[in-house]
Every structure is written in structure tokens, then in C-alpha cells.
């Protein structure tokens, strides 16, 4: 079955970096693309970034371009997140989700069970 | 970047009830339009695709209609375990972007 296992998230003080990382099995996970999602505590969904699947094509949410970068490992079935310059609004559980279709569609059938990003001093 | 309007933000409905949500898009998008469940502490489950698709293993009484801007999201007949948030999700281009949520609880 599709599992999606994040890992990495913590306490950081703003400005400091983090990576995260979600190890997929259960499926081909070249033929798809990957993203990241996240929830701050309390409040609704927001899209974060995205990746195709060969890895060339990436995409930013306005509010983290320029200081967070996707990445993925196909050979390992892992995706990435690096969260470089946080911010105390970047606090949130971030979530690793899978694109529902082969080839980009870009809705999402498959959700990590999130790891937490605590930004603060 | 296109914004995704949920309404309203919560309702009280009862078992039996035909619920009904709307999304709307700043912009037209198709038909481009997916809509999640989230129960309290789990993670989202997608409920529609292409805006009025269903999802494998979804229940039939959830629909979903419209497209261009509009759209609706409707449990025809509200069941104990339908009490939840309900988001719209876009993807008619980047950034993709999520409705504020819709919670549905118990009168």
C-alpha cells in the first residue's frame, strides 16, 4: 500500500534552516509528482511547493519562494523540502502528498502524516 | 495567484440534513477543482476531482458540481461520520491554493 513517512521537523529559531524528508514506498514513485502541503496550528490547508516527477520542474507558493527549495531523490523514492530563512509564520505541520495522477493533475490522493515546524526563539 | 472562497465557514446540520457547499474561484478555472475532508487530528482525504468527480471509495452522497468560477460541494443526506472541514483546492495553474474551510458540526 502507498505510505508517505515525513521526517525532520523540530523547533528552530527564526532565520535558522531545516530539510525535511519523506521516504514513499508502495508505489512507482518516479512516475509521479510529489508536494509538499502544510497546516498551521488551528487554521486551513496551504500548498507549499511541488516537483515533478523526473525532478525539473518545481513549483513555489508565493510566500516561501526564494526560501525553500524542493527536491527529489528517485533512486532513494524520497522527496525534500529545504526551509532556509524561517519565519514564526512558517510554523505549521508540513505534509508530504501525492499527486493523483501519472503525470501531473495536481490534486492529491495520498497524505504523510505530517511532521511539525516550530519556528520560534 | 487565484483565491478560493468557502462558504459559509461553518454550519450546524443534523444527520439526515442535504448539506451544501460553495467555492468560489477569483477567476475561472474550469473545471479545475478538487474538494478534501479533514476530521479532527487526521489527515485530509480526498473527497472530488474535476470538480465534480468522485473519488474511489468515496460515498455516493457526496457530490460536486459547477465549474468557470462556482462550485458546490453536497452531502445529500449527512451521516454521523461526515462531521468535519471541508476545503476546495485548485489546480488551474501555480500556485495552487486551498478554500479557508467549511466546518460541518452537529445541531
Known amino acids: 500500500q502507498v505510505q508517505l513517512v515525513e521526517s525532520g521537523g523540530g523547533v528552530v529559531q527564526p532565520g535558522r534552516s531545516l530539510r525535511l524528508s519523506c521516504a514513499a514506498s508502495g508505489f512507482t514513485f518516479s512516475s509521479y509528482a510529489m508536494h509538499w502541503v502544510r497546516q498551521a496550528p488551528g487554521k486551513g490547508l496551504e500548498w507549499v511547493a511541488g516537483?515533478?516527477?523526473?525532478?525539473?520542474?518545481?513549483f513555489y507558493a508565493d510566500s516561501v519562494k526564494g526560501r525553500f527549495t524542493i527536491s527529489r531523490d528517485n533512486s532513494k523514492n524520497t522527496v525534500y523540502l529545504q526551509l532556509n530563512g524561517l519565519r514564526a509564520e512558517d510554523t505549521a505541520v508540513y505534509y508530504c502528498t501525492r499527486d493523483a495522477r501519472v503525470g501531473p493533475g495536481v490534486y492529491f490522493d495520498y497524505w504523510g502524516q505530517g511532521t511539525l515546524v516550530t519556528v520560534s526563539s | 495567484a487565484i483565491q478560493l472562497t468557502q462558504s459559509p465557514s461553518s454550519l450546524s446540520a443534523s444527520v439526515g440534513d442535504r448539506v451544501t457547499i460553495t467555492c468560489r474561484a477569483s477567476q475561472g478555472i474550469s473545471s479545475a477543482l478538487a474538494w478534501y475532508q479533514q476530521k479532527p487530528g487526521k489527515t485530509p482525504k480526498l473527497l472530488i476531482y474535476?470538480?465534480?468527480s468522485l473519488e474511489s471509495g468515496v460515498p455516493s452522497r457526496f457530490s460536486g458540481s459547477g465549474s468557470g468560477t462556482d462550485f458546490t460541494l453536497t452531502i445529500s443526506s449527512l451521516q454521523p461520520e461526515d462531521f468535519a472541514t471541508y476545503y476546495c483546492q485548485h489546480f488551474n495553474n501555480y500556485p495552487l491554493t486551498f478554500g479557508g474551510g467549511t466546518k460541518v458540526g452537529i445541531k
Open positions: 474535476d470538480a465534480s
Open positions: 516537483i515533478w516527477s523526473g525532478g525539473n520542474n518545481k
